[in-house]
């Protein structure tokens, strides 16, 4: 199970933009890719710099994400309820894992 109170301030944003980017593209649930987007497009986070880092390509990350998400299913009806993915759930419970 997630638990908010255990996430840094940063990651409670990411989550939130992550979820506003999920409602953007109309998508039911969460992904990981829209919190990967979230993660890119962050002011001050530490995902663009350690992957600068490593030599990763930024650009090409963001790209790739946002195609990737462009696939996932859309969902119509301006009332639908947006959740989090499976995916998701078991991403951030490996990362909780992880952290204890």
Do not use: C, F, W
Not at 15 to 29: F, I, M, R
Not at 33 to 54: F, M, P, S, W, Y
């Amino acid at each position: 199970m997630i638990r908010p109170d255990k996430m840094t301030v940063k990651t409670q944003e990411a989550l939130a933009a992550a979820h506003e980017l999920s409602v953007q593209a109309g998508n039911p649930a969460v992904e990981p890719e829209h919190l990967l987007l979230a993660l890119l497009d962050q002011e001050g986070g530490l995902v663009t710099a350690l992957l600068r880092k490593i030599g990763a390509s930024i650009p090409i990350i963001h790209s790739t994400a946002e195609a990737a998400m462009k696939k996932l299913p859309q969902a119509s009806g301006a009332t639908a309820q947006v959740y989090i993915s499976s995916a998701l759930n078991r991403l951030l419970s490996a990362g909780q894992k992880e952290a204890d």
